[in-house]
């Protein structure tokens, strides 16, 4: 229940059920319940202490941070825990996701940095929006972007979308021994293009004598 306290102007917490939940790509909302507590201070800040966003299986988000309604600012730092396919949509994607989103900056074009992992892959990157506001032109930058398969290799890129005109799309995309397909073996190492320290030809006489065939394989 909310409650007034000094110098603080209003200060309660959020128990929200949602009892119509289901998957985003059915047009429902993928979150079953809310759990806050928040301030909000005689400057209009809203400062989110703890709270839980429960999604549809065993997933969650956890969000804390501040939002200035004065300035239109964001500073959230979200956690995502245990985050699967089904806790959003019906199409089932492999992997269960951990890491943290962070959004900063105006409302209304914020910077959204994010560093996630499953046992299939790491994404990492940074994507800000640039307003020309004498022409009313925003334009999404992405920075940093990167995708590596747990099985060696990287995807990055960076570039740029114009949300005006025609959405002029820029973008610079790089890789290196990049197969997100190619299925990392138990128990075998990287393959040896991606381990700097030896030569490929010396790796292959000291593993394959320490490793099975299936290994040898693997790196073929």
């Not at 074009?109 to 790491?122: F, I, R, T």
Request: net charge positive; proline share 4%.
């Amino acid at each position: 229940m909310p409650s007034f306290t000094h110098g603080i102007a209003l200060d309660g917490s959020l128990d929200l059920e949602n009892k119509a939940a289901g998957f985003a790509d059915a047009k429902s909302i993928p979150v079953r319940n809310i759990l806050a507590d928040f301030t909000i201070n005689d400057n209009g800040v809203v400062t989110v202490q703890e709270s839980e966003i429960g999604l549809l299986e065993e997933g969650s988000f956890n969000v804390a941070g501040t939002v200035d309604t004065v300035k239109n600012a964001l500073a959230l730092k979200i956690n995502v825990n245990n985050l699967v396919s089904d806790d959003l949509v019906r199409t089932n994607v492999a992997g269960q996701w951990n890491g943290f989103i962070g959004v900063k900056g105006e409302t209304s074009s914020p910077a959204v940095d994010w560093n996630l992992e499953s046992s299939n892959a790491q994404l990492s990157g940074l994507l800000s929006f640039a307003t020309d506001r004498q022409l009313g032109q925003r334009t999404l930058k992405l920075d940093r972007v990167r995708v590596a398969p747990q099985n060696g290799g990287e995807l990055t890129a960076q570039g740029s979308l114009e949300l005006f005109k025609d959405r002029l799309l820029k973008l610079d995309v790089s890789s290196k021994a990049f197969n997100p397909s190619r299925p990392r073996l138990k128990n075998c190492p990287p393959a040896a293009s991606t381990v700097p320290s030896i030569s490929r030809a010396n790796w292959r006489k000291k593993k394959i004598r320490r490793q099975n065939a299936v290994c040898a394989e693997y790196i073929k």
